[in-house]
Nanobody, 121 residues
Framework: EVQLVESGGGLVQVGGSLRVSCAVS????????IGWYRQAPGKEREGVSC????????YYRDFVKGRFTISSDNAKNTVYLQMNSLKPEDTAVYYC??????????????WGQGTQVTVSS
């Protein structure tokens, strides 16, 4: 059974930092890309960043470039998203997902359950 489990969300002040983690099991980690997505209240889910565990390539949406860093620990089957200089508009439920490529093609990802990140002003 494929499982993705997010952790590390919480409440942080504007300008602060937070790191969320995604622990993956049930698939060959090195064969997949792991992406981070977020969904704010009343908005559609949007992609944030992803990393290919095959070649280490990464991708960031413009609104997080220079503030967020994605990394992967292949020994632990875990992907991290380090979030710095957080803004109120970063408030959302953050999900990780496994896909074959980064950025993902037309495919149905495996999803985690999400972790709440709240940035207070």
């Amino acid at each position: 059974e494929v499982q993705l489990v997010e952790s590390g969300g919480g409440l942080v002040q504007v300008g602060g930092s937070l790191r969320v983690s995604c622990a993956v099991s049930g698939l060959t980690f090195d064969d997949y890309a792991i992406g981070w997505y977020r969904q704010a209240p009343g908005k559609e889910r949007e992609g944030v960043s992803c990393i290919s565990n095959r070649d280490g390539s990464t991708y960031y949406r413009d609104f997080v470039k220079g503030r967020f860093t994605i990394s992967s620990d292949n020994a632990k089957n875990t992907v991290y998203l380090q979030m710095n200089s957080l803004k109120p508009e970063d408030t959302a439920v953050y999900y990780c997902a496994a896909t074959r490529t980064c950025p993902p093609g037309v495919e149905e990802p495996w999803w985690g359950q999400g972790t709440q990140v709240t940035v207070s002003s």
